[in-house]
């Protein structure tokens, strides 16, 4: 039996996570729609291979943001998860919300890189980085996290009374241990870390070099908007890589329904705030 106290942490918990949802979604859908416009409307920007990169982050943001946000408004007003009803949107939800989540690793990352070969002292490095690559490289993440989501239309189905689950072990395995803690958690977050800082101490060293004005001061504003981009991918990230570490070793025996209240809360923060990174411009 849950005591007064969890219950109304749970309730507490539940509104937390829908209001914070409302304001992400908001703030997302208004920075985003402004980040595509600057820079595909401001000539500076145009055919700039960073520049590709944040529109089509802001892309994958809005497109998940409204798969987010959606079904939430859903559930407030009729109390039901439309994943738990229909099979089609139980497997297309995953699958769409996976591709996206993990094309915004593979991108922030992609800006970090672009940035360190861009502002490369030796020019045989700097010119790696072109448009064409660009384009090339979201090709393939895309491709690559659309087939990392195939298993899941094949194993997630609705089972009673659990609602929208994942029905292989195996999946559950790669999802809990893999996916969450390595994929979508360390390895995205040390490989934009490392090339964001090699890439501030590049510019650093800009004025040494024989440029235009105009391109140094772009390739210092540049670099300063991804090297803030990825510190925050970091901070909104972390916590909940770190939560699911802790719940992947927690003894499920010992906890108590406070206990599970809490973690409840612990889990809506967390997760609020990784979904914070798509609304971060």
Known sequence: MFSSFAI??????????????????????????????????????????????????????????????????YQRIYGIDPGNISIFYCKIRTTLGQSCRLLIDFIVCFE????????????????????????????????????????YIIFYDIVTPFGCIITNKGLTYYYSYVYYIFVHGFFPILISSLFSVLAYRNVRHLIRRQIPIVRRKLDRQLTAMIFVRVIFFIILLLPYTIFRIYILNLNISLVDTVHYAILQLTSAITVSLMLGNHSVR
Do not use: M, W
């Open 112 to 151: 970090a890189l672009d940035q360190y070969l861009t502002t490369h002292y030796h020019f045989s490095i700097r010119k790696i980085s072109t448009l064409n690559l660009a384009q090339c490289l979201i090709i393939v993440a895309t491709t690559l996290c659309i087939s990392q989501t195939i298993p």
């Open 8 to 73: 109304q942490l749970l309730i507490i918990t539940q509104n937390i996570y829908f209001y914070t949802a409302v304001i992400i979604f908001v703030v997302g859908i208004i920075g985003n729609i402004l980040n595509i416009f600057i820079f595909t409307k401001v000539k500076i920007f145009q055919g700039n291979r960073c520049a590709f990169y944040l529109i089509v982050e802001s892309i994958i943001n809005l497109c998940f943001l409204i798969q987010i946000f959606v079904p939430q408004i």
